[in-house]
Antibody, heavy 120, light 108 residues
Framework: QLQLQQWGAGLLKPLETLSLTCGVS????????WSWIRQPPGKGLEWIGE???????NYNPSLKSRVSLSVDASKKEVSLNLNSVTAVDTAVYYC??????????????WGRGTLVTVSS | EIVLTQSPGTLSLSPGERATLSCRAS???????LAWYQKKPGQAPRLLIY???NRATGIPDRFSGSGSGTDFTLSISRLEPDDFAVYYC?????????FGQGTQVEVK
């Protein structure tokens, strides 16, 4: 059973870079697309982007210019960088996984979430 | 992008009652690639339904999904205390994957 553990800085100043990492345990990172999804306080869920262990990626156009994703198969880690953050980027950020097969775009693996607050 | 609109925003029901939640898409969701999640405060979302009507592993049969095209429904046949939460639909037929804004099922 794959499990996801997240870590990263929880408090940032405007224009800094948000960096979060998701560690995958209990199996391999291959066979999945790894996504980041966020939920601002009191709001709904927003998909940020995804990447496979081979580097295939897919981004939400609304955030693409500021997002960088990476997957380190040897460390079994998935990383998110979001640059030039502002207060609107304050949210709980989730690492999530979906199987890399056609028609499997739903997320059956989730990390516990990391609250990131952007404040001067 | 496909915009998902969930209704109602809040559903006030008593334990034992039936809940019916709606998710309407701004354009057809191909192959009924629609999922439902349950979200509780401080917890990660939990996958309930995928492919519009398939229950995920370990999900009780009181949860059921239906629909196709642009209109989808999540039904909870008899609400149990643990079912009071926020429910989100998500489409994965067309990138970017998008979620609805959520329906809160609260205790009446």
């Amino acid at each position: 059973q794959l499990q996801l553990q997240q870590w990263g800085a929880g408090l940032l100043k405007p224009l800094e870079t948000l960096s979060l990492t998701c560690g995958v345990s209990g199996g391999s990172v291959s066979g999945y697309y790894w996504s980041w999804i966020r939920q601002p306080p009191g709001k709904g869920l927003e998909w940020i982007g995804e990447m496979s262990h081979t580097g295939n990626s897919n981004y939400n156009p609304s955030l693409k210019s500021r997002v960088s994703l990476s997957v380190d198969a040897s460390k079994k880690e998935v990383s998110l960088n979001l640059n030039s953050v502002t207060a609107v980027d304050t949210a709980v950020y989730y690492c999530a996984g979906r199987r890399a097969v056609s028609g499997s775009g739903f997320f059956d693996l989730w990390g516990r979430g990391t609250l990131v607050t952007v404040s001067s | 992008e496909i915009v998902l609109t969930q209704s109602p925003g809040t559903l006030s029901l008593s334990p034992g009652e039936r809940a019916t939640l709606s998710c309407r898409a701004s354009q057809r969701v191909s192959s009924s690639y629609l999922a439902w999640y349950q979200k509780k405060p401080g917890q990660a979302p939990r996958l309930l339904i995928y492919g519009a009507s398939n229950r995920a592993t370990g999900i009780p049969d009181r949860f059921s999904g239906s629909g196709s095209g642009t209109d989808f429904t999540l039904s909870i046949s008899r609400l149990e205390p643990d079912d009071f939460a926020v429910y989100y639909c998500q489409q994965y037929g067309s990138s970017p994957w998008t979620f609805g804004q959520g329906t809160q099922v609260e205790v009446k």
